[in-house]
T-cell receptor, first 112, second 115 residues
Framework: GNSVTQMEGPVTLSEEAFLTINCTYTATGYPSLFWYVQYPGEGLQLLLKATKADDKGSNKGFEATYRKETTSFHLEKGSVQVSDSAVYFCAQSYSSASKIIFGSGTRLSIRP | EPEVTQTPSHQVTQMGQEVILRCVPISNHLYFYWYRQILGQKVEFLVSFYNNEISEKSEIFDDQFSVERPDGSNFTLKIRSTKLEDSAMYFC?????????????FGPGTRLTVL
């Protein structure tokens, strides 16, 4: 069945470091791909999305490119801030009305 | 900006008791969902609801669970007889439609603790 696998956490970086969180997916067909963020004590927020192959989603300095050939959607940011500390979930869905399948989440901590 | 709201924020109950978790989706949305997140684990889909009926449910959503849209604004999840393993954060979500330009908006969650 469809699934999402993302790198295990926690990930701890210093402020201004480069961030990569790996995500791969298995799917029948071509789902939309998402990154959600969960800040401490809060719910899930959509960070970015890509709906077809080679699309790049971007928001708040974060980017991820939908790679059909490697079935990947890695999250990157060039210079992280302390305020980026959160749990990041990679996810897929066939449409906005379909269920979302989430990865296990990666906890990111940024040191000042 | 419109948002999904959930009440209560935290519910503590005894094993075997019934609980009702409440959600108010965004007003012009048509599709509604419940997800749950056991502490430290992934977010899991429970059920989707459209046009006053369940459109899809997961294996987790057994006979102990039910959903209802009792009026034009609320969307509820009922657990008839809670078990210890039902302790989790429960998220409600809603979306306007099936277009890829839409997104599911999530509420802040209800933390359910079963003792």
């Amino acid at each position: 069945g469809n699934s999402v696998t993302q790198m295990e956490g926690p990930v701890t970086l210093s402020e201004e470091a480069f961030l990569t969180i790996n995500c791969t997916y298995t799917a029948t067909g071509y789902p939309s791909l998402f990154w959600y963020v969960q800040y401490p004590g809060e719910g899930l927020q959509l960070l970015l999305k890509a709906t077809k192959a080679d699309d790049k989603g971007s928001n708040k300095g974060f980017e991820a490119t939908y790679r059909k050939e490697t079935t990947s959607f890695h999250l990157e940011k060039g210079s992280v801030q302390v305020s980026d500390s959160a749990v990041y979930f990679c996810a897929q869905s066939y449409s906005s009305a379909s269920k979302i399948i989430f990865g296990s989440g990666t906890r990111l901590s940024i040191r000042p | 900006e419109p948002e999904v709201t959930q009440t209560p924020s935290h519910q503590v109950t005894q094993m075997g008791q019934e609980v009702i978790l409440r959600c108010v989706p965004i007003s012009n949305h048509l599709y509604f969902y419940w997800y749950r997140q056991i502490l430290g684990q992934k977010v899991e889909f429970l059920v989707s609801f459209y046009n006053n009926e369940i459109s899809e449910k997961s294996e987790i959503f057994d006979d102990q669970f039910s959903v209802e849209r009792p009026d034009g604004s609320n969307f509820t999840l009922k657990i008839r007889s809670t078990k210890l393993e039902d302790s989790a954060m429960y998220f409600c979500a809603s979306t306007k439609g099936q277009s890829t330009y839409n997104e599911q908006f999530f509420g802040p969650g209800t933390r359910l603790t079963v003792l």
